[in-house]
C-alpha cells in the first residue's frame, strides 16, 4: 500500500525531523495541485495566499484526516469544513506567530506615539523639527484578544513602564499577571485605557466588534493598535473618528484587504498603515517547521494532536 500524502506550503526538505512514513507534496496555492488530492491525510494549509485558495483543495481530500494551519487565526479555512467527512482535525498554529506578532503590535504603539511618520516625512524633507510626544511610560494599555500572542504582548510591554495593563478576552479567568476579564467587561475598561491593542480572533462575535460605540467609548487622543484582524473593525467607524482628530490607529490589518490604492484610509489622518506583516518576519520560518515536524511526528505516532480547534 503506498503512503498517504503530507501537502506542505514550502518543500519538505527544509524541515527537519519530518517522519519517513508519508509521501511530501509541496504545495504553496499555485493552480496545480502537486498531486490527487483524494490521497492526503495531512492536509497543511499554505500560508497568506486567502480563503479562495486554502479551501480550493478540499472538496477532494476524500482520505483527509488533519487541516493544520501555519496561523492562529482560522477564519480563512473555515468556510471548507461542511463538506468534509465527520472526524477531520483543525488545528491552528498557536505560539508560532507570538514573538512577530507582538514585536509588530508594540513597533506600531511606539512609532505611533513617539510620532515616527512624520519624522520620516520631515528626513525627506532635510527639516529638523523637535517636538514633545506623548512616551509609552505611564500609559494604560488594554490588550482585546489574551490568548498566546496577547500574553506575548504584554511580556513586551511591560519592561516600558506601562501603568497598567488590562486583558480581555472571550470568558473571565486569571493569569500569572492578573486578571483577564470577560467580553462583558470591554465597555466598562475602554474609557480609561490610553491605548488600546486589538489581537482578537475574527469570529462571529468579534466581527465589526469595533463599531461606532466602540470607538465612542475611547478616551479623547487615544491610540487603537490592530493586529488581528481588520473586519474587527468597522472601517466606516473608524474612519469617522480619524477624520474628526479624536482618535489616532495603527493597523497591520484592514477591511478590505489587501487596501484598494483608492481606498480613504490611505490618506486618514493620525494613521500608521503597515501591509499584514504581523507574522511575516525572520521568526515565522523556524517556529513553522518545529510546529509541523512536531505535529506530523504525533500524528505518524497516533498520538493526539496540539492545539485542535475543530473538529467535523
Wanted: hydrophobic content about 45%; some cysteine.
Amino acid at each position: 500500500m503506498s503512503p498517504l500524502d503530507v501537502w506542505l506550503p514550502f518543500p519538505a526538505s527544509e524541515t527537519e525531523g519530518l517522519p519517513s512514513s508519508f509521501q511530501y507534496r509541496f504545495w504553496d496555492g499555485s493552480k496545480d495541485f502537486p498531486a490527487d488530492p483524494a490521497e492526503c491525510a495531512f492536509y497543511v494549509v499554505p500560508y497568506m495566499k486567502g480563503p479562495d485558495v486554502a479551501v480550493r483543495p478540499l472538496p477532494e481530500m476524500k482520505q483527509l484526516r488533519v487541516i493544520q494551519t501555519v496561523t492562529a487565526g482560522i477564519d480563512h479555512v473555515t468556510p471548507g469544513l461542511a463538506g468534509l467527512a465527520p472526524g477531520v482535525r483543525l488545528c491552528n498554529a498557536r505560539g508560532v506567530h507570538d514573538a512577530s506578532t507582538s514585536e509588530l503590535a508594540l513597533t506600531l504603539t511606539l512609532a505611533s506615539l513617539r510620532g515616527v511618520p512624520g519624522f520620516v516625512r520631515d528626513q525627506a524633507e532635510r527639516r529638523w523639527q523637535a517636538v514633545r510626544l506623548p512616551a509609552l511610560a505611564d500609559k494604560r494599555v488594554l490588550i482585546v484578544g489574551y490568548g498566546s500572542i496577547g500574553r506575548a504582548v504584554e511580556e513586551r510591554l511591560i519592561p516600558f513602564e506601562v501603568a497598567r495593563v488590562d486583558r480581555i478576552a472571550r470568558t473571565s479567568r486569571e493569569s500569572e499577571h492578573g486578571p483577564v476579564h470577560g467580553l462583558g467587561e470591554l465597555a466598562g475598561l475602554l474609557p480609561s485605557a490610553d491605548v488600546v491593542i486589538l489581537v482578537t480572533p475574527l469570529t462571529e462575535q468579534t466581527r465589526g466588534m469595533v463599531d461606532a460605540a466602540f470607538l465612542g467609548r475611547m478616551k479623547d487622543g487615544a491610540l487603537l493598535v490592530n493586529v488581528g484582524r481588520g473586519p474587527v473593525v468597522d472601517t466606516g467607524a473608524l474612519l469617522a473618528e480619524l477624520g474628526s482628530g479624536r482618535l489616532r490607529a495603527a493597523l497591520d490589518v484592514t477591511d478590505p484587504e489587501p487596501l484598494p490604492a483608492d481606498h480613504p484610509l490611505w490618506d486618514a489622518p493620525g494613521l500608521l498603515l503597515t501591509p499584514h506583516v504581523g507574522g511575516l518576519s525572520s521568526a515565522f520560518m523556524p517556529r513553522a517547521r518545529r510546529l509541523l515536524a512536531a505535529q506530523i511526528g504525533r500524528f505518524a505516532a497516533g498520538e493526539e494532536l496540539e492545539h485542535v480547534v475543530a473538529t467535523t
